[in-house]
């Protein structure tokens, strides 16, 4: 676009945004894929205790090539337990989880900043995260 400034003073966020999670579990309650990539599997695999191909089995999902983890019948993520509201793989959780709520299309401009923070009550909120650890976040999607 002519005139479209790049870069952190071009950035509707160059002065940050706040975000921290409130442990609510609410986006782990929403249907959806969650990728695992193998490193992941590996990792998550690990810290349950299970072997690679036991998590593979009991709870991921074949989507073309890749996994996703699975979801239980109401479209919860397998992986919330549901007692305490909790995520059972917080410490190791997937890039996709740990990366939230800072994706492109979240961060495309304040109104999809606002339209996410209906479901997340932990946006616009708590700790302020700098441009650059948002970049940072951002490509870590
Ligand atoms: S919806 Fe937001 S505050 Fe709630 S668990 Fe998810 S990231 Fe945390």
């Known amino acids: 676009m002519p ?3 790049k870069g952190k003073y071009g950035a509707w966020y160059c002065g940050g ?3 921290e999670c409130q442990q609510c579990g609410s986006c782990c309650r929403i249907s959806g894929l969650v990728w695992v990539s193998p490193k992941e599997i ?3 695999s690990k810290h349950m205790e299970i072997s690679e191909e ?3 089995r009991s709870c991921l999902i074949k989507v073309g090539s890749g996994f996703s983890i699975g979801e239980a019948k109401d479209g919860s993520c397998l992986m919330l337990d549901s007692a305490t509201k909790r995520c059972k793989i917080y410490e190791v959780r997937p890039e996709q989880c740990s990366s939230f709520p800072f994706w492109p299309e979240v961060l495309k401009n304040p109104v999809t900043w606002a339209k ?3 479901l997340c009550p ?3 909120r708590g700790k302020l995260w700098t441009y650059e ?3 940072e976040r951002k490509e870590e999607d």
């Open 133 to 135: 650890e948002i970049e």
């Open 122 to 124: 932990g946006m616009s």
């Open 54 to 56: 036991e998590f593979r």
């Open 3 to 5: 005139g479209e400034q």
């Open 116 to 118: 996410e923070g209906l």
């Open 17 to 19: 945004l706040q975000f």
């Open 42 to 44: 590996r990792i998550i």
